[in-house]
């Protein structure tokens, strides 16, 4: 598919009768292997991104290794990708848009872009975080490519001011933001039913939430109207957490058990990629 087509779709995927599970890569091999199980587009995830090259998260990956890391994740698979690009790499819109120009020249058709400062606590201001929206909005249509635009804010995430006033001003940062020309809305650590409910009812654009052991299973979730759900970190820590145990194993002197158990044999992992 051309990148207008890929576009096109995975805007559709937030239509649909069914939620849209949307797995969470941090390089072309784990984007191999969500497509390769069925899933119809996939996202990436900056803190796994950073993860995987040795560093924290927190827009701590340099713009050229993010670029070049989407650039092998669009290469490897033929689905739709969005790519994190957390508070948009920039302090201006100007900055921002040339970022966003940038990654679709990687291949992505979708971005994500958060309301925390990426160098210091807090949010953006509302005004300035539309800015940002907005020159993502304009970067994506003058290239010719309808780029969905993910607006998240970090009111949950960060837990920003009191707990009785986040879902209200959650609710009035998204729709400011999906006004300023976002496609989707995102509130990571949003988990509780009921302030789900009022924030997919109230804010005029497709609802992301982040998966968490805490949020309802999914059939809840599409009832309450989520559109998207996300496993951010997840997959990547997970990932980690085995190789951390089988290093435990290996390093106490034990047959690990885990080193071969689930793992791909050589055979299917050449033929996954390729080979």
């Given at each position: 598919m051309e990148a207008q087509e890929k576009a096109t779709a995975f805007a559709a995927l937030h239509h649909g009768d069914e939620l849209l599970c949307l797995p969470n890569a941090w390089d072309?091999?784990?984007a191999r292997v969500f497509e390769a199980a069925g899933f119809p587009a996939v996202a990436t995830t900056s803190a796994g991104v950073a993860f995987a090259l040795g560093l924290p998260d927190g827009q701590r990956v340099a713009l050229p290794d993010?670029?070049?890391v989407t650039r092998r994740i669009c290469t490897a698979v033929g689905v739709p990708v969005s790519?994190?690009?957390?508070?948009?790499?920039g302090e201006t819109p100007d900055e921002v848009a040339e970022v966003v120009r940038r990654v679709i020249a990687a291949g992505?058709?979708?971005?994500?872009?958060?309301?925390?400062?990426?160098?210091r606590p807090g949010l953006r201001s509302i005004d300035e975080q539309c800015r940002?929206?907005?020159?993502?909005?304009?970067?994506?249509?003058?290239e010719g490519v309808a780029v969905f635009v993910n607006a998240r804010t970090d009111v949950f995430w960060g837990d920003h001011g009191s707990p009785d006033d986040r879902l209200g001003t959650a609710i009035r940062r998204l729709s400011a933001y999906v006004r300023a020309g976002a496609d989707g809305a995102f509130a990571p650590g949003l988990t509780e039913r009921p302030a789900l409910d009022e924030l997919a009812a109230a804010v005029a654009a497709p609802l992301n939430v982040l998966a968490a052991p805490a949020l309802p299973p999914i059939p809840e979730l599409r009832a309450a109207g989520v559109?998207?759900?996300?496993?951010?970190s997840a997959a990547a820590r997970s990932v980690l957490g085995l190789v951390q145990r089988i290093a435990a194993e290996l390093r106490a002197g034990e047959d690990s058990t885990l080193l071969f158990d689930r793992a791909l044999d050589y055979a299917e992992a050449n033929r996954l990629f390729g080979g």
């Open positions: 072309a091999g784990s993010l670029l070049d790519a994190d690009i957390e508070a948009g790499y992505a058709v979708g971005v994500n872009l958060e309301d925390a400062h990426a160098a940002m929206v907005a020159a993502c909005r304009a970067a994506a249509d003058a559109a998207r759900l996300t496993i951010g």
